[in-house]
Each structure stands twice: as structure tokens, then as C-alpha cells.
């Protein structure tokens, strides 16, 4: 039984340094050791890895500076009544984290992050730099079409760096690949459902995120020996509620409060932490003619719910009504950046979501280098507490 641990420590240790390694060391050691390969970082949420792959790329996920490193200069860039993670990304773009990378690509969350990639231009940071603007339309003919020129744009840019020619066949593996990421994620998900203490909330996210920043092929073996590690029992269970945490997809929490959540006696089942990486929800296919048609119908199709994308016809709230109920979470944290317009003006709605379907929730909101988690520690202390003695 020690073996089992000590090769988890081990594990998570390595996943630990990988996921807060500002430099992306391990990222500029892969780049050097080809000359057609390419590092192409990019904002949260989601973008489809596979085509950098396929790319000979590498898709790196900036997530800011967090609580790890100080803003100085990025404050100059923006207002003071907006998120922080874009300050802690000019910061990076700044000083030398970002040194290396070719390209920069910037999903459409909301407004800060637009205009993150105009400063990028003008900053003159990496060889190309796109507004990665996600379709709000979802049917085929207009947002997959728009979708598919938007990636094929992506393709050239690449194609122009290093001369690589992403084929149907490169694709379709590099599709393979990224299923087999997200089914070993799910695994460790619905592990964690029934057995939350096999692997803390903490360990979980530290092995996501190290996954944003190394080969793909790494992660999954990763991955993998999580799963053959967690599926056997260890640890000891504990009088926890648990609770699903909702609105943190964009800017990132620091561990500490992930871990104040854990204290207060919340067993964290699900959460949209690293959304990105769970983003299509089941596989794509691997076996089309058409990979790229492929990508581009699992957008439309097998997203996950999100307040970065319009859901008119398939409601977020409803979707995370249902969420709770196929985890048997005993209630939800609504947990948001603070001026993260797109989650809390979610928030309402959710909220009353999970009224109409008695679900108990509380909310609070962070940044990413908040220092003290005291208050938000009672908080989620004193909702585990009713839940155990009232619901």
C-alpha cells in the first residue's frame, strides 16, 4: 500500500511544477528540440488543439500570472474596474515568460480579452496573433462555416512559420489523441464522484493544468497512471458535502481558495475550473474524410455549457441543473472573478435555476492573486454545516 502513494506524489509533484511554471520551461524544451515546431499559446477557454497539433505545434494555455507573480506594468494597460488575469498577461508578454512563442491566439470571452490581442499587436508579441471569435450561431451553414474559415486562417498562419501541411490523415490522429485526453479527464471526474477523497480538488487541477502546457501524448500517459492509481482505494473518507463550483472557466482561482473550500468540509465533485480541456463533451471523430467538418460539428454540438457562447436554444442553467443531479452534488458554489461580466451576469439565472429545482448555493467571488481565503473559508464552512444538519 506505500507504493501507491509515493507514486502518486511523484506524479503529482511533476504536474505541480509543469502547471506553474510561468516560463514554460518544459514547452521551450520541446520547441528546441525540432526546427519545424512551433509554440503557440493561447487565453482561456478553448481552442481546438488538435489543429496545432496536426500543426507540428504545440498549444500552450496562458492562464495569468495568478498569485505568482507581481504586476507592475501590466496595470498601465488596463482600467482598474476590470478582471485581473489580462494585466497578469501583459506582465508576461513584458518580462520574459513569453519569449519563444510564435503565435498567440485569443478566444472571444469578452471585451478584456479583445482587446488583450490588439496589445498584443501592438506589442509586437509572436509572429501572428488572432481574435479567436468562437460562432454564436450554431446552425451549420453560418456559425460552422464561419468556424471553419476561422481554423483554416489558423492553418495558413502556421503553414507560413514552419511549411508543415496539416493532411486529413494528421489530423484525424491528432483527433485521436486529444479524445483519449478528455475520456482519461472524464475518468478521473466520475472517480472523484463516488470516491472525492481518492484525490483531492487540488491534485486534480494541478494535473489539468499541467496538461496545457506539455505535449499531449505526455498528458495522457499521465493521465493514464492517475486513473490506474485512484481506481484502487486509499485514503479515508470524510463528513464532506459535495458541491459543484461554477463561473471560475476564465480567470483562475488560486489553489489557496480551491483548497479553503476543501477545509471547510466541501468535497469539490465538479467545477469548469479548466474548462478548456473538457470543453467537447465526448469524442470526435477520428475517421472522416473531413477531420476539420468534424472539429467544427463538435463545437456545435458537444460544447460545453459556458458564459463565453450563446445558448438560446440549449440554456446553461438548465444544463447545470442537470449537472447536479447526474453528479448528486449536494449543492453548488458559485465561485466568479471579480468583474468577470460574462459569469455574474450568468449568475442570476443560475441562481434562479437551482431554486426552481431546490438546490442549495452560495456565491462568492475571487481574484487571481487574492492572498486571504479566511472569510471565504466561514463561508463554505457554514453551507457545508446547514446542508449536513437542515437539507
Known amino acids: 500500500m506505500t507504493e501507491i502513494p509515493h507514486r502518486l506524489n511523484a506524479i503529482l509533484e511533476e504536474c505541480k511544477a509543469l502547471a506553474f511554471d510561468l516560463n514554460f520551461t518544459a514547452a521551450k524544451d520541446w520547441k528546441k528540440a525540432g526546427k519545424d515546431r512551433l509554440l503557440v499559446g493561447y487565453l482561456p477557454i478553448y481552442i481546438p488543439r488538435e489543429v496545432v497539433h ?52 485569443f478566444p472571444s470571452i469578452c471585451d478584456c480579452v479583445r482587446n488583450l490581442s490588439g496589445m498584443f499587436k501592438l506589442l509586437k508579441k509572436g509572429k ?32 507560413q512559420l514552419n511549411g508543415v501541411q496539416v493532411t486529413p490523415e494528421k489530423l484525424n490522429h491528432s483527433i485521436g489523441l486529444y479524445n483519449t485526453n478528455r475520456r482519461l479527464i472524464e475518468a478521473i471526474y466520475n472517480i472523484r464522484q463516488e470516491f472525492p477523497w481518492r484525490l483531492s480538488a487540488v491534485d486534480t487541477y494541478h494535473v489539468l ?28 473518507p470524510l463528513d464532506n458535502i459535495r458541491v459543484i463550483i461554477s463561473g471560475s472557466f476564465c480567470e483562475q482561482p488560486p489553489i489557496g481558495l480551491i ?21 467537447i463533451q465526448g469524442d470526435i471523430d477520428d475517421s472522416s474524410g473531413d477531420p476539420l467538418n468534424e472539429i467544427v460539428n463538435a463545437f456545435l454540438t458537444k460544447s460545453a455549457p459556458s458564459s463565453a457562447v450563446y445558448d438560446v436554444g440549449n440554456p446553461r442553467a438548465a444544463r447545470l441543473v442537470e449537472q447536479v443531479k447526474a453528479r448528486n452534488a449536494d ?5 466568479a472573478a471579480s468583474f468577470c461580466d460574462p459569469a455574474l451576469l450568468d449568475r442570476p439565472e443560475m441562481q434562479k435555476a437551482c431554486d426552481a429545482g431546490h438546490i442549495a448555493h452560495i456565491n462568492f467571488q475571487f481574484h487571481e492573486n487574492t492572498g486571504q481565503f479566511k472569510v471565504i473559508k466561514e463561508q463554505a464552512g457554514t453551507f457545508s454545516d446547514s446542508i449536513k444538519l437542515w437539507v
Open 209 to 236: 493544468r499541467a496538461g496545457i502546457t506539455i505535449p499531449v501524448e505526455r498528458h495522457n500517459e499521465i493521465l493514464q497512471e492517475v486513473v490506474d492509481i485512484i481506481e484502487e482505494e486509499q485514503g479515508e
Open 259 to 279: 483548497k479553503s473550500v476543501e477545509m471547510a468540509g466541501c468535497y469539490i465533485i465538479d467545477d469548469d475550473f479548466m474548462l478548456g480541456s473538457r470543453w
Open 331 to 335: 449543492g453548488v458554489i458559485f465561485c
Open 54 to 105: 496536426a500543426a507540428n505545434g504545440l498549444a500552450v494555455g496562458i492562464m495569468g500570472g495568478g498569485d505568482r507573480k507581481q504586476i507592475i506594468k501590466g496595470d498601465a494597460y488596463y482600467q482598474s474596474y476590470i478582471c485581473h488575469l489580462p494585466r497578469g498577461v501583459v506582465e508576461m508578454a513584458l518580462d520574459t515568460n513569453l519569449e519563444s512563442f510564435d503565435g498567440f491566439l
Open 128 to 159: 501572428f496573433t488572432r481574435y479567436f471569435d468562437y460562432p454564436q450561431n450554431f446552425e451549420k451553414h453560418i456559425g460552422g462555416t464561419f468556424y471553419s474559415e476561422l481554423i483554416e486562417t489558423i492553418m495558413r498562419d502556421m503553414f
